[in-house]
């Protein structure tokens, strides 16, 4: 018999503002089992239709302080004039359990989450254009002119950050980009090199 130590694996998603990933997401979401979203913790406002502790749990400046000051985030970063920031303890909670976890975050938290955690999984998603995305952004008609344009500039420099991640996928329909992302989620569970997989030969 072979059994595996079943801890969690922790699955980074990056990509451009627009991109699509929150919609690729909750499509992985819904085909999935044993899948966690970590919610992060921001500053920013609520957008149109968005839910407190559904799409992000939002928390005043002060509040998003304390959590740094008190060790309570895997990893946090300044965005556009924003805090985000990961919850440490819900996804050890979730891994120890034998969960798999995503984390929606921008490059920058991406790097640190892989100085954390060797084993980590970064998936880049890109859209299938430079002005897909574009159309994408100005589409979503929640945020400002000068906002859309700060978005744009930054996709292009969080795309230099692409040779640090392990997989890239192109949001060109959702369905194949979920696809892509579960493929990759199967294939990391059979990987042998992974130093959680305490393999036992009866
Ligand atoms: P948005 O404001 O469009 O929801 O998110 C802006 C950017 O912040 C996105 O690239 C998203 O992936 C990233 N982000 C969301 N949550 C976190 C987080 O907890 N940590 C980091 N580093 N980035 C995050």
Redesign the pocket.
Known sequence: MMKRNKIGQLIVI?GP?GVG?STVIAEVMHRRENLFFSV???T?SPRAGEQGGVS?YFVDNEEFQRMIRENELL???S??GNY???SLKLIQEKMQAGCDVL????V??GGNVRKKDQNAVLIFVVPPSFEELSRRLYGRRSESEAVIQGRLKRAREEMKEIPNYNYLVVNDSVEDAANDIISILNAEHCRIDKQYLNVEVE
């Open positions: 990056s503002s990933k992060s913790y921001t920013r992000y990893e946090y970063t965005y556009q985000y920031g990961t984390l929606d975050i921008e920058e938290g």
